[in-house]
């Protein structure tokens, strides 16, 4: 029932974005702001929900995150100081994929940021996982830490064999990655390399379990559990982050309503339920328009809390649903009923401008 939603959802929103694909710029018409980000047809819902979570509490750490470099491209730097060289036939295939439909291409950068650290961080997992001799580990890492030529063969093989479940084909990975390395300037000693190395049990079930776990940043749609994968997207961007259950109503408003107070993100996602089954759990705290806004294995942003008045007020990062922005306004009793748990940014150490 997701998947079909989004498919209606989509046809509508590639046009209502279609200033967004490129002619607005890096920051669109309304710059680094919640309502500019917009999830497109892949299962990324804990990546825009954090995303819009940091725009509509700290923005100037996403602008800071974005760097021009002397030849007029672009990186993104990370709270930890990393940095990615951003490709931008990558980005416009995010966007032409409907990947990603927000306002201005600020948000698909950071996305491929994200997927390009993700991936050079499971490739060198998976070699110091692999049978290769000691040396030979210590040089293949040191090629993708320092170079984005393996790196993006990788990504772009990846990118090419996955499947909507996040599964991935050895013999097909590997004749895919030959033909993405045919064209790079490496050694033949690299190549061939890169391209063994997928022999390597060890090395291939570890990237593929890997490549499973993120597997919406290349292409797959998934219904997975967003805590500890919304955790990361925050740890990365804003220095750390804290996931907390949802099970005392007044413990839970208190804990949101103090985050945001400190500018700190605030993402919450709902379980699998569907939710007929989550009704029943929650008794008469939801309301009949329940299905207006409720989906299950789902991310949201978090924008404000009002213990006062008892109410929370979120975003779905699809931008719609409910239509026109995706944002609506839960009592306490019904965010508690519907919603599993929550994660906030925390205070990490920061790079500043250059």
């Excluded at 996982?129 to 090629?143: D, E, H, I, N, Q």
């Excluded at 390597?200 to 570890?206: G, R």
């Excluded at 292409?219 to 997207?233: H, N």
Aim: net charge negative; hydrophobic share 40%.
């Amino acid at each position: 029932m997701r998947r079909s939603l989004r498919l209606v959802t989509l046809l509508l929103l590639s046009l209502a974005s279609g200033l967004a694909h490129g002619d607005t710029g890096l920051y669109g018409i309304r710059g680094v702001s919640p309502q500019a980000v917009r999830q497109g047809s892949i299962g990324s819902c804990y990546f825009y929900a954090s995303i819009a979570a940091l725009a509509a509490t700290q923005p100037d750490s996403l602008r800071q995150a974005i760097l021009s470099d002397e030849n007029g491209g672009l990186r993104v730097r990370f709270a930890d100081g990393k940095i990615e060289q951003i490709h931008d036939e990558d980005v416009q295939f995010a966007r032409k994929s409907d990947f990603d439909l927000s306002e201005g291409l600020w948000v698909a950068v950071l996305f491929r940021g994200y997927a390009q650290r993700t991936l050079r961080e499971a490739l060198i997992h998976s070699v110091n996982a692999s049978s290769l001799l000691f040396p030979l580990k210590s040089l293949t890492s040191g090629v993708i830490a320092d170079s984005d030529l393996l790196l993006l063969a990788y990504d772009r093989a990846i990118r090419s064999q996955i499947d909507q479940s996040g599964n991935i084909c050895r013999d097909g990975l590997k004749a895919q990655l030959s033909a993405e390395l045919a064209s790079v300037p490496l050694l033949g000693l690299w190549k061939d390399r890169a391209v063994s190395m997928l022999d390597s049990s060890d090395f291939f079930e570890s990237l593929a379990a890997q490549i499973e776990a993120n597997g919406e940043l290349f292409g797959a749609y998934r219904a997975v559990g967003q805590g500890g994968l919304s955790e990361q997207v925050l740890s990365a961007f804003a220095g750390g982050a804290r996931t907390y259950e949802i099970k005392n109503r007044d413990k839970t408003a208190a804990a949101i309503s103090l985050a945001l107070q400190k500018h700190q993100a605030v993402v919450a996602w709902t379980d699998d339920s569907p939710l007929d089954k989550l009704t029943t759990k929650a008794h008469s705290f939801l309301d009949d328009d329940a299905e207006d806004w409720y989906l299950r294995a789902h991310a949201y942003t978090v924008l404000a809390v009002n213990t006062t008045s008892g109410t929370v007020t979120i975003r779905n990062p699809w931008g719609s649903h409910p239509d026109p922005q995706g944002e609506f306004t839960l009592s306490l009793d019904e965010f508690v009923s519907a919603y599993t748990g929550f994660t906030t940014s925390v205070p990490g150490q920061h790079h500043g401008g250059e």
